[in-house]
């Protein structure tokens, strides 16, 4: 079992509350992803669950039992870093079950459960190497791998890829993923960048200033985002928002609407008319996508995804259509206004 509860998570350091009543229940097997900016406290509230940050107020409990103010030691979770922190002098094998060996372990044991995380992370060949004959990738794989060999109750990973070059980012998302297929685990899983929260996750808990803005599916987040907040943080381009009241020509609006909102590839080029006009700013030629950055007046710059073999060009007049579906939009506050 691997069932994770926070109730009212408050941490405080001095005078300064850095994570503010945080309440989540974790199911077993779960994979969750806190994400958000730098400073929001992801890294800070994954560490109060590890037990390596002190919690001020309210529980933790994990599987049942209140582990607040246990050790990092009782809880039963593994954690993954950024830092590989693997021995240099010792091997691959060696590294991975070096846990096992100080609590005292069996050799026999210790041999079968290396042997068994090293299949599943496909590091069989490297058993033997040393740290420094292995590629980053690699490295990171032996640092998980060390954590799977001791069986947790589930696994805390704090931004694992962000020392790995964008071949290996990719190629390591595809391996946790497989990785939490393959054990079933509960994973907890700290990261700022949001193609990983969306990939990989069951679930994404945004983050703002210690506080969770909305907690649920990659799909949930980005068709109904609960705030402007969520709206433009998930999303690449993220999504153009503008004034209800900058020469838009909308459908009828609900009332208290302030801004509205539309993801770049929900807008239409059209021949006249729409929304609004405008003229080509900036392409951007992705290949299979084109990003055309529109300079729309009062509505300011709008992004719009075009296919990668569009025949816009700069300085190009252009009118946009908002299809009425696509819209979103948001109150005086930032909250959304549900249709």
Same mark, same amino acid.
């Given at each position: 079992?691997?069932?994770?509860?926070?109730?009212?998570v408050?941490k405080?350091?001095?005078?300064?509350?850095?994570?503010?009543g945080v309440?989540l229940?974790?199911?077993?097997g779960?994979f969750i992803?806190f994400?958000g900016?730098?400073?929001?406290?992801?890294?800070?509230?994954?560490?109060?669950?590890?037990g390596?940050?002190?919690?001020? @107020?309210?529980q933790?409990?994990i599987d049942?039992?209140?582990?607040?103010?246990?050790?990092p030691?009782?809880?039963?979770?593994?954690?993954?870093?950024?830092?590989?922190?693997l021995?240099?002098?010792?091997s691959?094998g060696?590294?991975?079950?070096?846990?096992l060996?100080t609590?005292?372990?069996?050799?026999?044991?210790?041999?079968?459960?290396v042997?068994?995380a090293?299949?599943v992370l496909?590091?069989?060949?490297y058993?033997?190497?040393?740290?420094k004959?292995l590629?980053g990738g690699q490295?990171?794989?032996v640092a998980i791998?060390?954590?799977?060999?001791?069986?947790?109750?589930?696994?805390?990973?704090?931004?694992?890829?962000?020392?790995l070059?964008?071949?290996?980012?990719?190629e390591m998302?595809y391996?946790?993923?497989k990785?939490h297929q393959?054990?079933?685990?509960?994973?907890?899983?700290?990261?700022?960048?949001q193609?990983?929260?969306?990939t990989?996750?069951?679930?994404i808990?945004?983050?703002?200033?210690?506080?969770?803005?909305?907690?649920?599916?990659?799909?949930e987040?980005?068709?109904?985002?609960a705030?402007?907040?969520?709206?433009?943080?998930?999303?690449?381009?993220?999504?153009?928002v503008?004034?209800?009241?900058?020469?838009l020509?909308?459908?009828?609006?609900p009332?208290?609407?302030?801004?509205?909102?539309?993801r770049?590839?929900?807008?239409?080029?059209v021949?006249?008319?729409?929304?609004?006009?405008g003229?080509i700013?900036?392409?951007?030629?992705?290949?299979?996508?084109?990003y055309?950055?529109?300079?729309?007046?009062?509505?300011?710059?709008?992004?719009?995804?075009?296919?990668?073999n569009?025949?816009l060009k700069?300085?190009?007049?252009?009118?946009?259509?908002?299809p009425q579906?696509?819209?979103h939009?948001?109150?005086?506050?930032?909250?959304a206004? @549900?249709g």
């Amino acid at each position: 079992m691997g069932s994770i509860e926070l109730k009212a998570v408050e941490k405080w350091y001095g005078e300064v509350q850095v994570i503010k009543g945080v309440d989540l229940k974790i199911d077993d097997g779960e994979f969750i992803i806190f994400v958000g900016p730098s400073g929001c406290g992801k890294s800070t509230l994954l560490r109060m669950i590890g037990g390596l940050e002190e919690t001020s @107020r309210g529980q933790i409990v994990i599987d049942g039992e209140d582990m607040t103010a246990a050790p990092p030691s009782r809880r039963g979770l593994s954690m993954v870093f950024q830092s590989y922190a693997l021995y240099p002098h010792m091997s691959v094998g060696e590294n991975m079950g070096f846990s096992l060996k100080t609590a005292g372990a069996p050799k026999a044991e210790i041999e079968a459960k290396v042997g068994e995380a090293a299949r599943v992370l496909k590091l069989e060949p490297y058993l033997e190497r040393r740290p420094k004959d292995l590629s980053g990738g690699q490295r990171q794989r032996v640092a998980i791998g060390r954590s799977i060999v001791r069986d947790p109750t589930a696994f805390l990973f704090d931004e694992p890829l962000s020392n790995l070059d964008a071949s290996l980012r990719v190629e390591m998302r595809y391996e946790i993923a497989k990785l939490h297929q393959s054990l079933a685990t509960t994973m907890i899983y700290v990261t700022h960048d949001q193609v990983e929260a969306m990939t990989l996750a069951d679930r994404i808990v945004v983050l703002e200033f210690g506080k969770i803005a909305q907690v649920g599916t990659p799909r949930e987040l980005y068709e109904r985002p609960a705030n402007l907040f969520v709206a433009q943080f998930i999303g690449s381009p993220k999504m153009n928002v503008m004034p209800i009241d900058a020469g838009l020509t909308l459908p009828a609006t609900p009332e208290g609407a302030a801004q509205v909102g539309i993801r770049p590839e929900h807008i239409e080029v059209v021949e006249s008319g729409g929304a609004c006009t405008g003229r080509i700013d900036v392409i951007e030629y992705l290949g299979a996508d084109t990003y055309v950055i529109v300079d729309a007046g009062e509505a300011g710059q709008i992004t719009v995804r075009a296919p990668g073999n569009t025949a816009l060009k700069e300085g190009a007049p252009i009118a946009l259509s908002f299809p009425q579906e696509a819209l979103h939009y948001f109150d005086g506050s930032g909250l959304a206004i @549900r249709g």
